[in-house]
């Protein structure tokens, strides 16, 4: 089982924080106190916050395993974000959109209706209404 976790940092040349997200399949020594800065490339930094992912980086990472294709890994990070914040409508749209590639047709239908009906106007709502069309969920 993968488990997912993001470590914050603060560059002591810069001074800039910045997040690290790693993903392990199996528990081993993630040495984190060696990372270079995202903005100046520096490698004193020094950590501020490590553990589990808050929502908005679970759909970030799964948002990215989305568009690599990545479908399976997808829905599973995805999953665990809508589970922490079952009313984000952004989250919504991507988990039934990786739900629309995988192929599972009322999962898609109930989570990109649960996405329209959270916030209509939102900018994925004509893509989302779009698919809802192809699926004859209009």
């Not at 950590?47 to 992912?53: N, Q, S």
């Not at 009322?106 to 939102?122: C, G, H, N, W, Y």
Request: charge should be positive.
């Amino acid at each position: 089982m993968a488990h997912t976790w993001a470590w914050r940092y603060k560059c002591n040349k810069c001074r800039r924080d910045f997040l690290v997200v790693r993903t392990m399949t199996v528990w081993r020594w993630f040495n984190f106190q060696h990372a270079t800065c995202n903005h100046c490339g520096s490698s004193d930094v020094k950590v501020k916050h490590e553990g589990r992912p808050s929502k908005h980086v679970l759909d970030t990472l799964g948002w990215i395993q989305y568009r690599r294709g990545a479908y399976v890994d997808a829905e599973k990070t995805l999953s665990r974000a809508a589970d922490k914040a079952p009313n984000n409508a952004t989250l919504r749209y991507h988990l039934g959109m990786t739900y629309y590639q995988l192929g599972r047709k009322e999962d898609a239908i109930a989570s990109l209706k649960r996405s329209l009906q959270l916030d209509e106007k939102s900018t994925d709502a004509a893509e989302a209404r779009r698919v809802l069309r192809e699926l004859g969920a209009s």
